[in-house]
């Protein structure tokens, strides 16, 4: 029995893809959708782990950020696999480290 909630507990998160600052493909056009279309996505999961980074145009990235996210990952990507919501600025930094497709952060 949990003592403290969350909004998970009750109700779900809506999370609005920020298209216009993402330096990455929209995800529903990664799925085989139009760039056009308005798509609503849906996913379950097991919970939420959060994790910091990203310092934003103003600084270097931090050095070794790209291997933090992935040590964020790695207790649950083996069971339930995982979906990472990252601000523009962070995806920005990821790009800088050379990440510049969604492809090359997956892999």
Do not use: C
Request: aromatic share 12%.
């Amino acid at each position: 029995m949990g003592t403290q909630g969350n909004a998970v507990n009750l109700g779900n998160i809506i999370i609005v893809e920020n298209e216009k600052d993402s330096p990455w493909t929209p995800f529903h056009v990664q799925r085989g959708f139009k760039k056009e279309e308005n798509i609503v996505s849906v996913f379950f999961g097991y919970g939420i782990a959060q994790g910091q980074g990203g310092l934003g145009s103003a600084m270097k990235p931090v050095p070794q950020f790209d291997q933090g996210l992935l040590y964020n990952f790695i207790p649950l990507t083996s069971i339930f696999g995982a979906l990472a919501v990252l601000d523009p600025l962070v995806a920005q930094d990821l790009v800088t480290l050379g990440y510049d497709t969604k492809d090359k952060l997956y892999d």
